[in-house]
């Protein structure tokens, strides 16, 4: 086969699906009740703490020119995100003026939540995607490539989990939560074939990029995931669920083997 094809055909199949698939997961574990909601956020939330903290963060660590660069740029990501979030506000609820307790900045949109975890997810996925190009172009058409991809969709189902969950409970229909997911992972497929040309990484490109997507997601685990849920439903039972969901995120992230 094409390497290039083989490259294309790969990671489509663990990006772009193994997003879909955690949105369609999350379409069917989803409950209506405000109690249901809660757990449901705060495991997403668990999760989406370990891939920044046990993956993303490690793996800008390694590839950053320099020590104090990743912190830097991850707290200029949580910065920018939340910028951005108060911007999206603004604009959505301008002439929103007969709600008292409407706060601009303060306010838990859970559509915005998930269609910023997409693109920090789509952000995310391009240094992973060359990761797996790169290894195609160095190694050839082999199982390692193979695994390599599998490890990524497998780490795939959480993340396209967490962009759905916020999506559905804001009321999104099913395809289209489970729509936003898959698209989030397109660029997995472009950084591969632009790893696999170029047959290495920018190193302070991939740290910057995997720093950025980090503070991003940090924004709306702390700002978004966490304040809804505590606003659903109070209890110490959401706390557990954020644990398991980075006992979960763990597990996925030390799987196989695979740890940056």
Not at 56 to 68: H, I, N, R
Request: charged share 10%; proline share 5%.
């Amino acid at each position: 086969m094409n390497p290039i094809l083989f490259v294309t055909l790969l990671t489509a199949a663990t990006g772009v699906g193994g997003l879909a698939l955690g949105g369609g997961l999350a379409v069917l574990v989803r409950r209506e009740s405000p109690r249901g909601t809660s757990l449901l956020l705060s495991f997403t939330a668990g999760l989406m703490l370990a891939i920044v903290a046990l993956d993303m963060v490690p793996e800008a660590m390694e590839s950053a020119p320099w020590l104090p660069m990743t912190p830097l740029v991850l707290v200029a990501g949580f910065l920018v995100t939340y910028l951005l979030n108060c911007w999206i506000d603004k604009s959505a609820h301008h002439e929103d003026k007969s709600n008292p307790h409407h706060c601009a900045c303060g306010h838990h949109d859970l559509h915005t939540a998930g269609i910023v975890l997409a693109a920090a997810v789509a952000l995310h996925n391009v240094p992973v995607g060359m990761a797996v190009g790169a290894e195609v172009a160095v190694e050839g058409i082999c199982l390692a490539s193979v695994l390599t991809a599998a490890t990524i969709g497998l780490h795939n189902l959480p993340e396209g989990m967490s962009i759905a969950i916020p999506l559905l409970h804001d009321g999104s229909k099913a395809w289209s939560a489970i729509g936003v997911a898959a698209l989030s992972g397109l660029p997995t497929v472009l950084g591969a074939l632009a790893g696999y040309l170029v047959g290495n990484q920018a190193p302070a490109a991939l740290a910057a990029a995997l720093s950025l997507a980090g503070g991003a997601m940090l924004y709306v685990v702390f700002f978004e995931l966490l304040p809804e849920a505590s606003l659903q439903w109070k209890s110490r039972w959401s706390i557990l669920a954020t644990v398991l969901g980075f006992a979960l995120g763990v597990l996925l992230i030390f799987s196989h083997g695979h740890h940056h």
